[in-house]
Structure formats: C-alpha cells, structure tokens
C-alpha cells in the first residue's frame, strides 16, 4: 500500500498551553504508529501563540521518545534560520538517541513574519539565497569525517540521515531533483503549483548516493469523521484559524463552529476555500473517493496528512477513518511502485 504519514503543527488549543499541545502530538504519534503510518513530522514556526513546534528538535525529541518504530522528523526546519552545523548537530543528536528513525526535512521560508525572522537571524533578514549552499554544506556534515576536515558535527558526521526539500514552488523541486534528493509539497496549504512542481521535480531528477530515481511525497489536510456534516464542522476550526492568521490576528486553534459564513466575508471565503482547495473533508465515503482522486492525479509516491482538529479524541478518530480508507486503496489500483530506504 501507498504510505501514509502524519504533518503536526502542534495546535495549541483555545483555553489550552503549548504543554497540552505536545503531549496530544505524543498521544497522537502514539496512536498513528499503531495505525501503520509510516513518519510523524514536525514543523518549526515562531512567534505564533497557536503552534507549540518552535524548538523542532525538542519537540521531535519528545515525540520519538514517546513512539518505538515510527520515523519522526521535521516538516521542516526553516535552514535559513540557522547554521547548517547547528542542524547537522542537533538531528545528529535525535539520530544517535533514536538510530533509523529520524527525518530532516528542511524548507527556506522563515516560518514566521520578517520581525520575527530579524530576530532569529540576528539582523540578517534574508538568507533564503544562500539555501541551495546551505543544503550542500549540511549534507557535507553528515558525511563521514575526513583526517584533514577542520569543523565536525558531533554527533552528525557519518550519520545516514535522510535530508528532504519541502515547497510549495518549482524552487525546491528543482532544487531536489538537481541534489537527488526526496521532495515533499505543501499542497495543504498552498496547492496551485503541485502538478507543476511534481513534473520539474521526476524530469529533471538526477541519481545521487541518496536516491536512486525520484520520490515525491504532498500533504493534504484530510478531516474525516462519521457523516459529511460532521467532518465539515471538525474543518471550521482549521479554517477559522487559517482566517485569523490572513486577518493579522494569530491565536490558538478556536473551537468549531456550526456557520462560518457568520466569521467570513466573501472574498475571505473565496481565498480561504482556494488555499485548501486540495483538503479532503467528509465521510469515510467521501474521504475514499476524495483520496482516490488525488493519488490518482498526483502520482506521489507517497501522502502526508495534517488535520488541526480542536479535540483530540476527533482527531485520533479521523486518522482511523484515513487508516481504514488507506486499507481499501489498492483495491482502486493506487499503490506505491516506488522503492526506497526512506
């Protein structure tokens, strides 16, 4: 069967602490691990008073330790805002505490507002164009040492670590097919270049020691629940959210809510509505026929799901109803055919 991971952001709930927030992100991991997913990722953001996930590798820690066999890694790390040896050094660490289990998947955006991404670099606002180097400097940490080599990542050199690139243009498609590396996109919440980000990415790939042929992974936000208008009401806590970060008003994930035209204006409702344009939302039946649909379209080898749910125990119950429908995928003819060790 195709794989089937997880994306959390960590939401802090309405009324709730980013403590709360990390432990369902353990409690889930848990429960999706028993599901058969295959990695649960993480995903560094700041300065937002509902995303708990800024110290990534804190977070990815806490989880891993809490799970035995699931892969648990970053959805991404924003390398811009760091030295490449400091990354090398703290998943070097996660790869040594939890060996054969940990993903670094890296993007170039800031994760946060350009204040913000100020004060993480220190003054130096905008380092995305030295990403491609970089990337090639952290792979060349997690190289084995050489005699001669001046700055080592310890831990870090010599540990297989897999680096993905994740995106929402061709920049990091391109980017991973020219590096040979394994590339995911945020098609949850910024679909429009996915087919065209998919198709630079498999033509223009090259081999490296990594990888030998392409691997593509998207996310989708899938929110499932036992009937259509079930899941739609789990879904206005996601786009409630998603309004109040556009309006210039980040907070916790609110509760859901049973009319959302009664918070949106129209044109906030068009823009929200194209943004998660590839979301899954209904039914096991609906969620079927919606998945069949993208996998068929899309071809990834495999697909990322994320769900910012308000209560927990929903949440935990729509990433069932996604593990039974997983189950029923073959049967449409939607496989994996990609070999790979990641």
Known sequence: MIPFSVLDLAPIPAGGTAADALHRAR?????????????????EHHNMPGIASAATAVAIAHVAAGTKTIRVGSGGVMLPNHAPLVIAEQFGTLDALFP???????????????????????????????????????????????????????????????????????????LAAALGLPFAFASHFAPD?????????????????????????????????????????LFTSQQQSFLNLRRGQPGALPPPV??????????????????????????PATVRAG???????????????????????????????????????TDAGVASTATSRL
Do not use: K, N
């Open 27 to 43: 409690d889930l991991a848990q429960h999706t691990e028993r599901l058969g997913y295959r990695r649960y990722w993480l995903a």
């Open 100 to 174: 054969g289990r940990i993903d670094l998947g890296l993007g170039r955006a800031p994760g946060t507002d350009q204040r913000t991404a100020r004060a993480l670099r220190r003054g130096d606002a905008d380092r995305a164009d030295t990403f491609p180097d970089d990337v090639v400097e952290l792979q060349h940490y997690f190289a084995p040492a050489t005699p001669q080599q001046a700055v080592r990542a310890v831990p870090g050199a010599g540990q297989a670590v897999p680096i993905w690139l994740l995106g929402s243009s061709l920049f990091s498609a391109q």
């Open 193 to 233: 270049f996915l087919l065209a980000a998919l198709e630079a990415y498999r033509s223009e790939f090259r081999p490296s020691a990594e990888l030998a042929q392409p691997y593509a992974m998207a996310c989708i936000g899938v929110f499932a629940a036992a009937t259509d208008a079930e899941a739609v009401r």
């Open 258 to 283: 049973d009319d959302m035209d009664a918070l949106w204006s129209p044109p906030e409702r068009a823009m929200i509505d194209h943004a998660f344009r590839e979301s899954v939302v209904g039914s």
């Open 291 to 329: 998945l069949e649909a993208f996998l068929q379209r899309t071809q990834v080898d495999e697909l990322m799901i994320t769900a910012a749910i308000f209560d927990q125990a929903a949440r935990v119950r729509s990433y069932e109803i996604v593990a039974e429908v997983r189950g029923q995928l």
